[in-house]
């Protein structure tokens, strides 16, 4: 064999080995990246077994007890499972997500704009979202169920759904102070639907809520009264911001300004509708009697911004009459 075959044949044998080397590595990251989803399936498959009986139970405080257990079994898990598969312990994956994404804006931004004043590519959408205070606010939850400080204000179950008002307190944030009422419902409706071209798969929850607050006084009378529609922020696929969020919550929050002064007690009733995919609809309705603290009223010389003059009966404003009106015999 001549020298210069000689060396061709080696550079054959290299390329080939080259070549193998490569699929081999590729082959042995398909295999990590398979049982990674494997055992995240298994996760939840187990997270949801036990989930199922936690939402239904009926007593308050056996559910306090029980959700604590669950969180404490449930994130051991999951940090096992971080740290088996090399994940980030920060739970940041997201906000690397979007750190890629702004650098392919601005590189977009930077393309030479054609004649007609275009970009040679349009750059990607932008909405209005902070998508980092978006994922801070789940992760001030995520963290909350995380570290044993999930303890909510209220609790209530109906209809195989769970609310969890997980506390209250007053931000001032965006200028005025106003009070926040972060809420977490378990088990709402949720299928997975496919596009017929991309064949890209997205998570659809069906979890449609209201809300009525009334404020009463110390006796019970009713001073005011707020109606609220859909909550200010909500998040029905908390999983596509951390992986790991427990399956089958959806997260909202409620604001609202500072109440009026003569306010002592706060009844909300939070109305929740999921529709189901098999076509059959849940109407849930959660009730929450609790006193108002004083950081959650005006101050003197405030004066509540917005509030509309309203006729009405005095039964509806003092359950005393209302309960006297109804043991009075009918004529």
Known sequence: MSRNAFVLFLLVIAGFTGVGIVGWRRSEAQEATLQRDLSAQRLR????????????????????????????WY??????????????????????????RKAQEKELENLPVLPDGRRATAPASRTSIDRRAFYAWEKSLFDRMRTGKYQPAF??????????????????????PRVQLPIVLWGAQRYTKEDERSGAKRVITSADF??????????????????????????????????????????????????????????????????????????ATYTWKTPVPEEWRLGPGETWEGAQESVRSEEDIDPAKAAKAAKAPKR
């Open 210 to 283: 209201g809300a009525i607050f009334r404020l009463l006084d110390s006796g019970g009378k009713l001073v005011a009264e707020m109606s609220a529609g859909p909550p200010g922020l909500k998040n029905d696929f908390p999983e596509r911001l951390i992986a790991e969020f427990p399956p089958q919550a959806v997260l909202a929050q409620y604001e609202f300004d500072r109440v009026p002064a003569g306010v002592a007690q706060m009844e909300a009733t939070f109305n929740v509708r999921s529709h189901a995919p098999s076509g059959g609809d849940a109407n």
């Open 75 to 100: 994130f051991e898990a999951v940090d096992a499972h971080r740290k088996r598969f090399g994940l980030s312990p920060g739970f940041d994956e997201y906000l690397a997500e979007l750190e890629q």
């Open 155 to 176: 609790s209530g179950t109906d209809k195989g759904m769970r609310l969890d008002v997980v506390g209250a307190e007053v931000s001032a944030a965006g200028g005025r």
């Open 45 to 72: 498959a187990d997270a949801l077994e036990r989930l199922g009986w936690i939402r239904s139970i009926p007593d308050e405080k056996q559910y306090r007890e029980e959700v604590q257990s669950f969180f404490k």
